[in-house]
């Protein structure tokens, strides 16, 4: 970064301007380094999570985490209505939630070498 040159012309006021810019600058910078070492914890938690679905060959891994999150609700939770009065609604709608996943694992092995 350059700095102001000095000449017979320059006022005070052009001086303070210029502190001011170089200053704005600074914080600038400083608040960018700060955001940096903030997100990087989270650009490696991503960077692992590409890594573990590349190298394990794991295919549409958020739906997968999905799918698992539903089925342990559902088998886990309690119903609204009480103990075993809605079990057949609760694997309706078990069903219905893991319908594309189903349908995702039933078309994969057709389309494996």
Known sequence: MSHPQESPGTSRRE?????????????RQEIRHESQQIASPLR????????????LGIKHGPLW???????LGFLTGKGAKGAGSGSLAKWVTL??????LIKLVMQSPSQKK
């Open 44 to 55: 490696r938690v991503r960077a692992m999570a590409d890594n573990l679905q590349g190298g």
């Open 65 to 71: 985490g999905m799918a698992a999150v539903v089925l």
């Open 95 to 100: 069903s219905t939630s893991l319908a594309p």
């Open 15 to 27: 001086l303070r301007k210029a502190l001011i810019r170089l200053r704005m600058e600074m914080h």
